[in-house]
């Protein structure tokens, strides 16, 4: 409940809540006891019983919230307030006025919303039911309702009297404050992030799908396992192409067309997969790049975007929300795939994914915005924090590829996330061939395992995020914080795997493998957030640069690993990702900064 303002017979000053700006109210008081009702448009918003008791006017607000609002008699500074009768300070702020009103005479007839004499009887105003004659005709108290667009940052303090001598309080409501709901005051950089959320849901649910139609698929074309294993890499070619075309797409016309592009080209070709699949292989393997052509840009393009809306101190959490979609998508997919493969038939598992993306399609043409100079409904006040550092929102006509090569910090970004996505993409691909050869698990105890990591891996992404931010908030610097994130997320994933040949049962390998994962996870504000610290303006082009190596890690450690099982053993495979870890550490803590070295 917003108070509008109260004036006593020498001054008055305004009394502002929050919430939006709404028109005036005027009222008059007489007395040292009168009641006062609020309205606003046609809704009554409550009462406000005033008295003077020691010095001090006190009054109960709200017909419904019954507060009581002690006034300071001097200055009419608001001391405290206490809701049903505890006392709590008040956050209303006293403004005075700097421009004049006219005084309204007590009038007999009735305003616009007609006299409220007969006061409730809330605690703490004194008043009893009966007393409505002696406040409602002697006191004179009749409310009644004046529009008026008035500034309150614009207020002067006059002397008011009433024209028939009596001493008389005029209840002038500057700007009344009007409660909005809590969706209407969400902060639109975290709307973008969200969005940006649901996009990477979608991105690894359509991704994932694949691997679990292809087996009533190969059974249906009759493909062999060669013929799988070159569907399945179909993904990547377009994936790569895409990296840092996308990254200089982002920086260049916007991240919202980017991934706008992105979502609705990788959807399209999601729904179009069993039309390819029946009409020959050659057209799915096209089918499958495409897709990849399409999903490659899309995390170029959510860099540039949080590049620009989101502060130093909400960068971890944001992305790490973010990238938590990714995870929660892939286990999304693997759980209703099954599903839906076998009440519908496999190609149902495309057309409810693919379609998906139009409705997310739908919500980011309408809700989102490139940088928040092009968001009309951005408030000064979020604009004020998103503006307030240092980072450059001008787009980029020239990428300078010598300049951005030269710095040894992006070079760390690029080796360092090798490193990491090698280990990364190992477990995750060959996982359930070690819970089953290793383990002993059956393929459906597998399958069902797979989906531990990805939730693990969401769980500790976003718990990494608020705990950099929290230390970036609390003074640490970015350098210290992103380099203490990312020898988590390496030296992590490296102990527990070191202890994969020491432990004696399957429960205690699962375990292992989780935590792994959990601690890899902590890389989302490590190296996964230093692109927009050491570069904002090239924020895509450089996720580009280093998610090409890691997306190269991958494809050759997926490889690698099948030639080292051929002659090795599981531990063999688990010690190259050790090392791959323990060089990542010393590169990452040698030469990443969280300083901005591309201007």
Same mark, same amino acid.
């Given at each position: ?177 009007? +409660?909005? #709901?809590?969706?209407? *005051?969400?902060?639109?950089? @975290?709307?973008? /992030?969200?969005?940006?959320?649901? =996009?990477?849901? %979608? ?94 840009? +899309?995390? #170029?393009?959510?860099? *540039?975007?949080?590049?620009? @809306?989101?502060? /130093?101190?909400?960068?971890?959490? =944001?992305?790490? %929300? ?278």
């Amino acid at each position: 409940m917003a108070i509008g303002g109260l004036v006593s017979n020498r001054s008055f000053g305004s009394f502002i809540g929050s919430g939006k700006v709404c028109r005036g109210e005027q009222a008059v008081l007489r007395g040292d006891r009168s009641g006062i009702a609020f309205v606003h448009g046609n809704m009554f918003y409550g009462k406000l019983w005033i008295q003077k008791a020691n010095g001090i006017l006190s009054g109960t607000y709200g017909q419904f919230l019954q507060n009581t609002v002690h006034l300071d008699e001097n200055n009419l500074k608001p001391l405290s307030i206490s809701p049903n009768g505890r006392r709590l300070i008040s956050s209303i702020s006293l403004y005075h006025c700097e421009k004049s009103h006219k005084v309204y005479p007590q009038q007999r007839r009735r305003g616009r919303f007609g006299c409220y004499s007969r006061p409730s009887p809330l605690p703490g105003s004194g008043l009893k039911p009966n007393e409505k004659d002696r406040i409602g005709k002697e006191s004179g108290t009749c409310a009644y309702y004046k529009s008026e667009e008035f500034d309150i940052t614009e207020a002067k303090v006059d002397s008011l009297s009433s024209p028939d001598g009596t001493n008389e309080a005029v209840l002038v409501g500057g700007d009344m404050l009007e +409660a909005v #709901p809590f969706w209407q *005051n969400f902060p639109k950089r @975290w709307v973008i /992030v969200l969005l940006c959320f649901a =996009s990477f849901l %979608l991105c690894n649910m359509d991704r994932v799908n694949m691997s679990i139609a292809i087996l009533p698929m190969s059974k249906e074309f009759n493909w062999n396992s060669a013929t799988v294993g070159l569907i399945q890499s179909s993904f990547f070619w377009g994936y790569l192409l895409t990296q840092i075309l996308g990254g200089i797409w982002a920086d260049k016309i916007g991240g919202k067309l980017v991934l706008g592009f992105g979502v609705i080209w990788w959807s399209i070709a999601t729904v179009l997969t069993p039309i390819a699949a029946r009409v020959g292989l050659p057209f799915l393997l096209i089918m499958r790049a495409f897709m990849g052509i399409g999903e490659g840009v +899309a995390m #170029p393009a959510m860099n *540039n975007l949080l590049s620009k @809306w989101i502060p /130093v101190s909400e960068r971890s959490r =944001s992305l790490a %929300l973010v990238y938590s979609g990714m995870y929660l998508g892939s286990v999304i997919g693997l759980a209703f795939s099954p599903i839906l493969i076998n009440k519908f038939g496999w190609p149902s598992v495309f057309y409810s994914f693919g379609s998906l993306g139009s409705i997310w399609f739908a919500l980011w043409l309408r809700k989102a915005y490139s940088s928040p100079k092009e968001d009309p409904e951005l408030s000064k006040e979020e604009m004020q924090l998103i503006m307030g550092g240092s980072i450059s929102k001008e787009p980029v006509k020239v990428i300078p590829w010598r300049l951005i090569l030269s710095k040894a910090p992006v070079w760390a970004l690029i080796i360092s996330h090798f490193c990491h996505n090698w280990g990364t993409f190992i477990l995750l691909t060959w996982m359930p061939t070690y819970y089953n050869q290793v383990l002993k698990f059956n393929l459906t105890e597998s399958g069902l395992l797979c989906v531990l990591p990805w939730l693990t891996m969401a769980a500790f992404a976003n718990i990494g995020g608020w705990i950099a931010d929290t230390l970036v908030s609390k003074g640490l610097s970015v350098t210290s914080v992103r380099k203490i994130m990312q020898s988590i997320g390496f030296l992590g994933p490296a102990f527990f795997l070191t202890q994969l040949s020491h432990v004696k049962t399957p429960a205690m390998a699962v375990l292992c493998m989780a935590c792994s994962q959990g601690s890899d996870a902590f890389s989302q504000s490590g190296l996964y957030s230093n692109h927009q610290d050491i570069g904002p303006r090239y924020a895509g082009v450089l996720l580009g640069l280093s998610n090409t190596a890691g997306v190269l890690a991958g494809v050759f450690g997926t490889v690698a690993t099948g030639y080292i099982l051929q002659r090795g053993s599981w531990d063999d495979v688990f010690k190259v990702s050790v090392a791959l870890y323990i060089i990542g550490t010393l590169v990452w803590n040698l030469f990443s900064t969280g300083e901005k070295v591309l201007d």
